[in-house]
Antibody
């Protein structure tokens, strides 16, 4: 089955760190750009970052630059998002998605809550 | 960043009637070299991830019913549901992929009247 499954979310204090993972299956992961999109509770969608197939290109939304790092391991069919210096406004469901321009496959999402 | 503004924020339509969602970009998303509009539409039902409906402004994703249609060019785009069904109740988002930083509209909630 073609799917993406996120993990690693949870409750973290402001200033803390968290690493999200996304396990891909059912397709050739190494052929695709991958993307993280987040959605704050009751709010709309916000593109966070994307990464090229060979990690040679990475892009970030301004609000997370210098704090978040996107990476991947093609041998493990996995995508990651290392989140440091977390803030309350980073509280959201984080989705892993396949694609560079638009996103044709999404995970179910994982909740990250930043609160003391 | 390119700002995407959708209208209305919500709308209620009777079953079988037409629903129209508008999306306006703060700058053109029409790329002159390939004459393509770098715009997609998504549907998000409660408790679910978004689902890609339309890309290149008017190309339906495989498996999407033909009652969904995308139109427009440049800065003004429309998603039309020609005959609203109960299962179409959702929030709809437009998204531009013209700029390196992708951006979404704020969403339009479609309900049954």
């Amino acid at each position: 089955e073609v799917q993406l499954v996120e993990s690693g979310g949870g409750l973290v204090q402001p200033g803390g760190s968290l690493r999200l993972s996304c396990a891909a299956s059912g397709f050739t992961f190494s052929n695709f750009w991958m993307t993280w999109v987040r959605q704050a509770p009751g709010k709309g969608l916000e593109w966070v970052a994307n990464i090229k197939q060979d990690e040679s290109e990475k892009n970030y939304v301004e609000s997370v630059k210098g704090r978040f790092t996107i990476s991947r391991d093609n041998a493990k069919n996995s995508l990651y998002l290392q989140m440091n210096s977390l803030r309350a406004e980073d509280t959201a469901v984080y989705y892993c998605a396949r694609g560079y321009w638009n996103f044709d496959l999404w995970g179910r999402g994982i909740l990250v809550t930043v609160s003391s | 960043d390119i700002v995407m503004t959708q209208s209305p924020d919500s709308l209620a339509v009777s079953l079988g009637e037409r629903a129209t969602v508008n999306c306006k970009s703060s700058q053109s998303v029409l790329y002159s070299s390939d004459n393509k509009n770098y715009l997609a539409w998504y549907q998000q039902k409660p408790g679910q991830p978004p689902k890609l409906l339309i890309y290149w402004a008017s190309t339906r994703e495989s498996g999407v019913p033909d009652r969904f249609a995308g139109s427009g060019s440049g800065t003004d785009f429309t998603l039309t549901i020609s005959s609203l069904q109960a299962e179409d109740v959702a929030v709809y988002y437009c998204q531009q992929y013209y700029s390196t930083t992708r951006t979404f509209g704020q969403g339009t909630k479609v309900e049954i009247k």
